[in-house]
Protein backbone atom coordinates (compact mmCIF):
# COMPACT_ATOMS: atom_id res chain seq x y z
CA UNK A 1 0.00 0.00 0.00
CA UNK A 2 1.38 3.76 -1.60
CA UNK A 3 2.39 5.94 1.78
CA UNK A 4 2.59 2.83 4.05
CA UNK A 5 5.60 -0.01 3.24
CA UNK A 6 7.91 2.76 2.44
CA UNK A 7 7.93 3.81 5.92
CA UNK A 8 8.17 0.28 7.30
CA UNK A 9 11.66 -0.37 4.94
CA UNK A 10 14.00 -2.02 7.51
CA UNK A 11 17.07 -0.09 5.92
CA UNK A 12 15.76 3.34 6.44
CA UNK A 13 14.50 1.61 10.06
CA UNK A 14 18.39 1.00 10.74
CA UNK A 15 19.70 3.23 8.97
CA UNK A 16 18.26 6.36 11.09
CA UNK A 17 18.92 4.59 14.35
CA UNK A 18 22.25 4.72 13.50
CA UNK A 19 22.09 8.53 12.64
CA UNK A 20 20.50 8.86 16.22
CA UNK A 21 23.35 6.44 17.58
CA UNK A 22 25.81 8.74 16.16
CA UNK A 23 23.99 11.81 17.35
CA UNK A 24 23.78 11.37 20.67
CA UNK A 25 26.18 12.45 23.70
CA UNK A 26 23.67 11.86 26.71
CA UNK A 27 20.98 10.61 28.10
CA UNK A 28 17.37 12.16 27.58
CA UNK A 29 13.93 11.85 28.56
CA UNK A 30 11.35 11.86 25.55
CA UNK A 31 7.74 11.62 25.58
CA UNK A 32 5.23 10.52 22.22
CA UNK A 33 2.10 12.15 23.13
CA UNK A 34 -0.35 9.90 21.18
CA UNK A 35 -1.10 6.30 22.18
CA UNK A 36 -1.01 5.43 19.03
CA UNK A 37 2.16 6.31 18.68
CA UNK A 38 3.16 4.48 21.63
CA UNK A 39 1.06 1.53 20.24
CA UNK A 40 3.74 1.60 17.32
CA UNK A 41 5.97 1.83 19.55
CA UNK A 42 5.62 -1.63 21.21
CA UNK A 43 4.69 -3.13 18.09
CA UNK A 44 7.82 -3.05 16.07
CA UNK A 45 9.94 -3.13 18.91
CA UNK A 46 11.26 0.46 18.57
CA UNK A 47 12.14 1.26 22.26
CA UNK A 48 14.39 -1.79 22.03
CA UNK A 49 16.08 -0.83 19.25
CA UNK A 50 17.19 2.53 20.03
CA UNK A 51 20.10 3.33 21.80
CA UNK A 52 19.74 2.86 25.92
CA UNK A 53 20.41 7.00 26.79
CA UNK A 54 17.15 7.04 25.45
CA UNK A 55 14.32 6.83 27.60
CA UNK A 56 10.43 7.00 25.61
CA UNK A 57 7.52 8.33 28.13
CA UNK A 58 4.05 6.99 26.80
CA UNK A 59 2.14 10.21 27.06
CA UNK A 60 -1.70 10.69 27.68
CA UNK A 61 -3.09 10.84 23.99
CA UNK A 62 -5.39 8.25 24.63
CA UNK A 63 -9.10 10.07 24.51
CA UNK A 64 -10.80 6.78 25.06
CA UNK A 65 -8.22 6.34 28.82
CA UNK A 66 -8.81 10.27 29.44
CA UNK A 67 -12.50 10.06 29.41
CA UNK A 68 -13.61 11.16 32.98
CA UNK A 69 -15.43 8.46 34.85
CA UNK A 70 -18.34 10.85 35.55
CA UNK A 71 -18.92 10.96 31.59
CA UNK A 72 -19.03 6.83 31.24
CA UNK A 73 -21.31 6.42 34.35
CA UNK A 74 -23.64 9.23 32.43
CA UNK A 75 -22.89 7.20 28.87
CA UNK A 76 -24.17 3.86 31.19
CA UNK A 77 -27.12 5.44 32.49
CA UNK A 78 -27.92 7.26 28.99
CA UNK A 79 -27.89 3.76 27.26
CA UNK A 80 -29.97 2.32 30.22
CA UNK A 81 -33.00 4.57 29.11
CA UNK A 82 -36.04 2.91 27.53
CA UNK A 83 -36.80 4.06 23.58
CA UNK A 84 -32.50 5.00 23.30
CA UNK A 85 -30.16 4.00 20.39
CA UNK A 86 -26.52 4.31 22.05
CA UNK A 87 -24.13 4.47 19.55
CA UNK A 88 -20.03 4.92 20.08
CA UNK A 89 -16.68 3.96 18.89
CA UNK A 90 -15.90 0.49 19.47
CA UNK A 91 -13.12 1.40 22.39
CA UNK A 92 -15.56 2.80 24.15
CA UNK A 93 -17.81 -0.36 25.43
CA UNK A 94 -15.14 -1.68 27.16
CA UNK A 95 -14.23 0.72 29.20
CA UNK A 96 -15.32 0.32 33.10
CA UNK A 97 -17.64 2.81 34.28
CA UNK A 98 -18.39 2.74 38.43
CA UNK A 99 -20.65 -0.36 37.51
CA UNK A 100 -20.25 -2.26 34.81
CA UNK A 101 -19.59 -1.07 30.92
CA UNK A 102 -21.42 -0.51 27.98
CA UNK A 103 -21.43 -4.28 26.92
CA UNK A 104 -23.18 -4.94 30.27
CA UNK A 105 -25.48 -2.63 29.47
CA UNK A 106 -26.22 -4.20 26.13
CA UNK A 107 -26.41 -7.60 27.67
CA UNK A 108 -28.78 -6.32 30.25
CA UNK A 109 -31.25 -5.85 26.71
CA UNK A 110 -30.42 -2.04 25.59
CA UNK A 111 -29.46 -1.03 22.64
CA UNK A 112 -25.85 0.03 22.51
CA UNK A 113 -24.38 -0.28 19.13
CA UNK A 114 -20.79 0.53 18.05
CA UNK A 115 -20.28 2.88 14.53
CA UNK A 116 -17.25 3.26 12.67
CA UNK A 117 -18.26 7.07 11.90
CA UNK A 118 -20.47 9.62 13.82
CA UNK A 119 -22.15 9.84 10.29
CA UNK A 120 -23.24 6.24 10.93
CA UNK A 121 -25.03 7.44 14.07
CA UNK A 122 -26.78 9.74 11.68
CA UNK A 123 -27.89 7.12 9.67
CA UNK A 124 -29.43 5.15 12.42
CA UNK A 125 -31.42 8.43 13.84
CA UNK A 126 -32.82 8.32 9.91
CA UNK A 127 -33.60 4.75 9.96
CA UNK A 128 -34.91 5.14 13.57
CA UNK A 129 -37.81 8.13 13.87
CA UNK A 130 -39.50 6.85 17.22
CA UNK A 131 -36.33 5.97 18.92
CA UNK A 132 -33.56 8.84 20.72
CA UNK A 133 -30.23 8.13 19.19
CA UNK A 134 -27.10 9.27 21.31
CA UNK A 135 -23.57 9.54 20.07
CA UNK A 136 -20.73 9.39 22.28
CA UNK A 137 -18.38 11.75 20.89
CA UNK A 138 -15.33 11.72 22.47
CA UNK A 139 -11.58 12.21 20.88
CA UNK A 140 -8.74 14.54 20.57
CA UNK A 141 -8.59 17.51 17.54
CA UNK A 142 -8.42 14.79 15.27
CA UNK A 143 -11.87 13.68 16.14
CA UNK A 144 -13.44 17.09 16.27
CA UNK A 145 -13.96 17.54 12.89
CA UNK A 146 -16.28 14.55 12.47
CA UNK A 147 -18.02 15.00 15.75
CA UNK A 148 -18.86 18.66 14.96
CA UNK A 149 -20.24 17.83 11.46
CA UNK A 150 -22.72 15.32 12.72
CA UNK A 151 -24.59 18.00 14.79
CA UNK A 152 -24.52 20.29 11.61
CA UNK A 153 -25.75 17.48 9.70
CA UNK A 154 -28.23 16.26 12.39
CA UNK A 155 -29.79 19.96 12.00
CA UNK A 156 -29.80 19.98 7.97
CA UNK A 157 -31.75 17.12 7.91
CA UNK A 158 -34.05 18.53 10.52
CA UNK A 159 -33.69 15.48 12.76
CA UNK A 160 -35.00 15.78 16.45
CA UNK A 161 -34.28 12.07 18.13
CA UNK A 162 -30.40 12.96 17.72
CA UNK A 163 -27.84 14.39 20.21
CA UNK A 164 -24.04 14.05 21.30
CA UNK A 165 -22.39 13.07 24.73
CA UNK A 166 -19.48 15.17 24.46
CA UNK A 167 -16.20 14.60 26.10
CA UNK A 168 -13.74 16.17 23.99
CA UNK A 169 -10.03 16.92 24.75
CA UNK A 170 -7.17 18.87 23.47
CA UNK A 171 -3.69 18.56 23.48
CA UNK A 172 -1.89 21.67 24.10
CA UNK A 173 -3.46 22.04 27.83
CA UNK A 174 -1.89 18.91 28.23
CA UNK A 175 1.54 19.51 27.48
CA UNK A 176 1.23 22.67 29.45
CA UNK A 177 0.06 20.77 32.40
CA UNK A 178 2.87 18.14 32.11
CA UNK A 179 5.75 20.51 32.04
CA UNK A 180 4.64 22.96 34.66
CA UNK A 181 4.56 19.84 36.62
CA UNK A 182 7.01 20.01 39.60
CA UNK A 183 7.81 16.31 38.70
CA UNK A 184 8.07 17.09 34.97
CA UNK A 185 10.86 14.79 33.61
CA UNK A 186 10.42 15.14 30.30
CA UNK A 187 12.96 17.22 27.64
CA UNK A 188 11.26 16.35 24.33
CA UNK A 189 8.27 15.87 22.62
CA UNK A 190 7.05 13.85 20.09
CA UNK A 191 3.34 15.83 18.90
CA UNK A 192 0.62 13.73 17.39
CA UNK A 193 0.87 14.14 13.90
CA UNK A 194 -3.12 13.45 13.20
CA UNK A 195 -4.09 16.37 15.99
CA UNK A 196 -1.92 18.41 14.12
CA UNK A 197 -3.47 17.36 10.36
CA UNK A 198 -6.21 19.25 11.66
CA UNK A 199 -4.88 22.03 13.90
CA UNK A 200 -1.56 22.64 12.52
CA UNK A 201 1.80 22.96 14.69
CA UNK A 202 1.21 26.66 15.07
CA UNK A 203 0.51 26.29 19.22
CA UNK A 204 2.79 24.71 19.77
CA UNK A 205 5.79 27.44 18.99
CA UNK A 206 4.88 29.17 22.12
CA UNK A 207 4.90 26.08 24.66
CA UNK A 208 8.61 25.65 22.36
CA UNK A 209 9.66 28.67 23.64
CA UNK A 210 8.37 28.47 27.64
CA UNK A 211 9.12 25.41 28.49
CA UNK A 212 12.67 25.39 26.11
CA UNK A 213 11.83 21.90 25.02
CA UNK A 214 11.67 20.56 21.18
CA UNK A 215 8.31 19.60 19.80
CA UNK A 216 8.70 17.71 16.65
CA UNK A 217 5.15 16.44 14.67
CA UNK A 218 5.45 12.83 14.59
CA UNK A 219 3.66 10.30 12.29
CA UNK A 220 2.76 6.81 13.36
CA UNK A 221 5.25 4.14 11.08
CA UNK A 222 8.15 3.03 12.24
CA UNK A 223 9.75 5.31 9.77
CA UNK A 224 8.12 8.41 11.01
CA UNK A 225 8.45 7.94 14.51
CA UNK A 226 12.08 7.85 14.18
CA UNK A 227 12.50 10.47 12.58
CA UNK A 228 10.67 12.52 14.80
CA UNK A 229 13.05 11.23 17.22
CA UNK A 230 16.05 11.92 15.59
CA UNK A 231 14.84 15.38 15.00
CA UNK A 232 14.19 16.00 18.90
CA UNK A 233 17.73 13.99 19.88
CA UNK A 234 19.71 16.34 17.11
CA UNK A 235 17.47 19.85 18.37
CA UNK A 236 18.89 18.94 22.70
CA UNK A 237 22.47 18.15 21.67
CA UNK A 238 22.75 21.29 19.73
CA UNK A 239 20.65 22.87 22.19
CA UNK A 240 17.95 24.10 20.65
CA UNK A 241 14.08 23.94 21.55
CA UNK A 242 12.25 24.40 17.96
CA UNK A 243 9.05 23.43 16.58
CA UNK A 244 9.52 21.08 13.28
CA UNK A 245 7.59 18.58 11.17
CA UNK A 246 8.68 15.10 10.58
CA UNK A 247 5.46 14.23 9.50
CA UNK A 248 5.05 16.83 6.01
CA UNK A 249 3.41 15.31 3.93
CA UNK A 250 0.67 15.59 5.76
CA UNK A 251 0.86 17.81 8.39
CA UNK A 252 1.21 21.63 7.38
CA UNK A 253 1.58 24.54 9.81
CA UNK A 254 -2.05 26.19 9.59
CA UNK A 255 -3.70 22.75 9.42
CA UNK A 256 -7.34 22.38 7.84
CA UNK A 257 -8.37 25.37 7.91
CA UNK A 258 -12.21 23.76 6.72
CA UNK A 259 -12.23 21.30 9.56
CA UNK A 260 -11.20 24.06 12.32
CA UNK A 261 -14.23 26.33 11.12
CA UNK A 262 -16.38 24.14 12.16
CA UNK A 263 -15.06 23.01 14.96
CA UNK A 264 -15.70 26.69 15.65
CA UNK A 265 -18.78 27.18 14.98
CA UNK A 266 -19.91 24.06 17.04
CA UNK A 267 -17.65 23.78 20.24
CA UNK A 268 -16.36 26.48 22.59
CA UNK A 269 -13.45 25.53 24.82
CA UNK A 270 -13.86 24.31 28.70
CA UNK A 271 -12.16 22.92 31.36
CA UNK A 272 -11.90 19.35 30.96
CA UNK A 273 -11.69 16.41 33.51
CA UNK A 274 -9.14 13.70 32.43
CA UNK A 275 -9.36 10.30 33.98
CA UNK A 276 -6.65 9.81 36.65
CA UNK A 277 -4.98 13.18 36.14
CA UNK A 278 -7.97 15.50 37.37
CA UNK A 279 -8.59 18.93 36.03
CA UNK A 280 -7.17 20.60 33.47
CA UNK A 281 -8.01 24.24 32.34
CA UNK A 282 -8.99 24.82 29.51
CA UNK A 283 -8.73 21.38 27.59
CA UNK A 284 -11.88 20.44 26.83
CA UNK A 285 -14.72 21.55 23.89
CA UNK A 286 -18.26 21.63 24.56
CA UNK A 287 -21.10 22.16 22.14
CA UNK A 288 -22.33 25.42 22.40
CA UNK A 289 -25.45 26.60 23.80
CA UNK A 290 -26.93 27.12 20.65
CA UNK A 291 -26.78 22.93 20.05
CA UNK A 292 -28.65 22.33 23.34
CA UNK A 293 -31.01 20.80 21.18
CA UNK A 294 -27.85 18.22 20.03
CA UNK A 295 -26.47 17.86 23.43
CA UNK A 296 -27.62 14.42 25.69
CA UNK A 297 -26.53 15.99 29.08
CA UNK A 298 -29.15 18.77 28.50
CA UNK A 299 -31.93 16.42 26.61
CA UNK A 300 -31.42 13.49 29.44
CA UNK A 301 -32.01 13.41 32.86
CA UNK A 302 -29.13 12.23 34.00
CA UNK A 303 -29.48 11.78 37.87
CA UNK A 304 -26.26 13.24 39.93
CA UNK A 305 -23.52 10.58 39.68
CA UNK A 306 -21.07 10.00 41.91
CA UNK A 307 -18.48 8.01 40.31
CA UNK A 308 -16.01 5.11 42.17
CA UNK A 309 -13.16 4.85 40.74
CA UNK A 310 -11.03 0.85 41.04
CA UNK A 311 -8.65 1.70 44.38
CA UNK A 312 -6.10 -0.59 42.47
CA UNK A 313 -5.32 1.61 39.35
CA UNK A 314 -2.85 3.92 38.95
CA UNK A 315 -3.29 4.56 35.11
CA UNK A 316 -2.97 8.65 36.21
CA UNK A 317 0.67 7.91 36.71
CA UNK A 318 0.95 5.90 33.84
CA UNK A 319 -0.72 8.56 31.53
CA UNK A 320 1.58 11.41 32.96
CA UNK A 321 4.53 9.53 32.65
CA UNK A 322 5.77 9.04 36.27
CA UNK A 323 5.57 5.29 36.19
CA UNK A 324 5.67 2.40 33.88
CA UNK A 325 2.88 0.24 33.49
CA UNK A 326 5.34 -2.91 34.39
CA UNK A 327 5.72 -1.23 37.45
CA UNK A 328 1.67 -1.46 38.68
CA UNK A 329 1.19 -4.12 40.97
CA UNK A 330 -2.03 -4.98 39.57
CA UNK A 331 -0.36 -5.59 35.80
CA UNK A 332 -1.12 -9.26 34.25
CA UNK A 333 -2.34 -9.97 36.74
CA UNK A 334 -5.38 -8.84 38.34
CA UNK A 335 -5.54 -6.14 35.89
CA UNK A 336 -5.49 -8.10 31.84
CA UNK A 337 -7.55 -6.62 28.95
CA UNK A 338 -9.89 -9.37 28.91
CA UNK A 339 -10.54 -7.95 32.60
CA UNK A 340 -9.26 -4.00 32.64
CA UNK A 341 -9.26 -2.42 35.91
CA UNK A 342 -8.42 0.83 33.89
CA UNK A 343 -9.04 2.41 30.22
CA UNK A 344 -5.31 2.24 30.19
CA UNK A 345 -5.36 -1.46 30.00
CA UNK A 346 -8.89 -1.52 27.58
CA UNK A 347 -7.80 1.18 24.63
CA UNK A 348 -5.87 -0.20 21.67
CA UNK A 349 -3.74 2.83 22.24
CA UNK A 350 -3.45 2.75 25.96
CA UNK A 351 -0.30 1.85 27.58
CA UNK A 352 -0.99 -0.80 29.61
CA UNK A 353 -2.50 -2.76 26.68
CA UNK A 354 0.14 -1.83 24.81
CA UNK A 355 2.63 -3.44 27.12
CA UNK A 356 0.33 -6.12 27.54
CA UNK A 357 0.12 -7.22 24.21
CA UNK A 358 3.43 -6.98 22.61
CA UNK A 359 5.01 -8.54 25.94
CA UNK A 360 6.49 -5.84 27.81
CA UNK A 361 5.69 -8.29 30.87
CA UNK A 362 9.02 -8.43 32.56
CA UNK B 1 -8.61 6.40 18.52
CA UNK B 2 -6.37 8.82 16.38
CA UNK B 3 -5.47 6.27 13.95
CA UNK B 4 -5.84 7.52 10.52
CA UNK B 5 -5.22 5.31 7.18
CA UNK B 6 -3.96 6.59 3.64
CA UNK B 7 -6.68 5.12 0.88
CA UNK B 8 -6.65 6.75 -2.89
CA UNK B 9 -10.06 8.69 -3.82
CA UNK B 10 -11.55 6.23 -6.47
CA UNK B 11 -14.82 8.35 -6.53
CA UNK B 12 -16.32 11.67 -5.76
CA UNK B 13 -20.11 12.61 -5.35
CA UNK B 14 -22.80 14.30 -2.98
CA UNK B 15 -24.98 12.44 -0.30
CA UNK B 16 -27.73 15.21 2.01
CA UNK B 17 -25.51 18.00 0.71
CA UNK B 18 -22.64 16.65 2.03
CA UNK B 19 -19.27 15.87 -0.23
CA UNK B 20 -18.61 12.44 0.15
CA UNK B 21 -16.85 9.76 -1.81
CA UNK B 22 -15.38 6.06 -2.39
CA UNK B 23 -12.02 5.41 -1.01
CA UNK B 24 -9.26 2.37 -1.97
CA UNK B 25 -7.39 1.11 1.03
CA UNK B 26 -5.50 -1.60 -0.71
CA UNK B 27 -8.05 -3.20 -1.89
CA UNK B 28 -10.96 -2.00 0.55
CA UNK B 29 -13.30 0.25 -0.08
CA UNK B 30 -14.86 2.28 1.95
CA UNK B 31 -17.38 5.52 1.70
CA UNK B 32 -15.94 8.85 3.34
CA UNK B 33 -16.97 12.16 4.30
CA UNK B 34 -14.40 14.35 1.85
CA UNK B 35 -16.38 17.79 3.10
CA UNK B 36 -12.64 18.69 4.44
CA UNK B 37 -10.68 18.64 1.29
CA UNK B 38 -12.90 20.44 -1.08
CA UNK B 39 -9.75 20.45 -3.58
CA UNK B 40 -9.86 16.45 -3.55
CA UNK B 41 -9.74 15.11 -7.09
CA UNK B 42 -10.07 11.43 -7.84
CA UNK B 43 -6.60 9.45 -7.63
CA UNK B 44 -5.58 11.69 -4.65
CA UNK B 45 -4.47 9.72 -1.79
CA UNK B 46 -5.78 11.17 1.50
CA UNK B 47 -5.68 10.66 4.91
CA UNK B 48 -8.81 8.92 6.74
CA UNK B 49 -9.94 8.93 10.63
CA UNK B 50 -13.34 7.84 11.48
CA UNK B 51 -14.66 7.98 8.23
CA UNK B 52 -13.40 11.64 7.82
CA UNK B 53 -10.79 12.76 5.08
CA UNK B 54 -8.72 14.68 6.90
CA UNK B 55 -6.25 16.19 4.44
CA UNK B 56 -4.52 15.37 1.51
CA UNK B 57 -1.56 13.63 1.25
CA UNK B 58 1.38 15.49 -0.53
CA UNK B 59 3.39 13.47 -2.87
CA UNK B 60 6.46 15.88 -3.54
CA UNK B 61 6.86 16.37 0.53
CA UNK B 62 6.48 12.22 0.74
CA UNK B 63 9.55 12.21 -1.89
CA UNK B 64 11.52 14.57 -0.30
CA UNK B 65 11.30 13.29 3.14
CA UNK B 66 12.35 10.05 1.57
CA UNK B 67 15.09 11.15 -0.17
CA UNK B 68 16.35 13.19 3.04
CA UNK B 69 16.31 9.89 5.29
CA UNK B 70 17.73 7.23 2.40
CA UNK B 71 20.72 10.18 2.46
CA UNK B 72 20.67 9.40 6.10
CA UNK B 73 20.99 6.12 6.23
CA UNK B 74 22.94 5.71 4.07
CA UNK B 75 26.15 7.66 5.29
CA UNK B 76 29.76 6.36 6.17
CA UNK B 77 29.80 6.01 9.54
CA UNK B 78 33.38 6.90 9.62
CA UNK B 79 32.78 10.06 7.70
Known amino acids: ?362 | MCLAVPGKIIEIYETNCLLMGKVDFGGVVRETCLAYVPEAKVGDYTIIHVGFALNLIDEKEAMETLALLEAISKQDPTE
Not at chain 1, 137 to 166: D, R
Not at chain 1, 239 to 249: H, Q
Not at chain 1, 317 to 346: R, S, W, Y
Open chain 1, 1 to 362: MKYLNEYRDSNLVHGIIDEITRSIRQKWVIMEICGGQTHAIMKYGLDQLLPESIELVHGPGCPVCVTSLEMIDKALAIASQPKVIFTSYGDMLRVPGSQGDLFSVRASGNDVRVVYSSLDAINIAQDNPDKKIVFFAIGFETTAPANAMSVLQAQKLGLNNFSLLVSHVRVPPAMHAILGSPNNRIQGFLAAGHVCTVMGYWEYVPIAQKYKIPIVVTGFEPVDILQGILFVIRELEENKYEVENAYSRIVNYEGNQAAQKIIEQVFEECDQKWRGIGFIPGSGWRLKSEFNDYNAEEQFQVREITPVESPFCISGKILQGLIKPVDCPAFANQCTPEHPLGATMVSAEGACAAYYRYGRIL
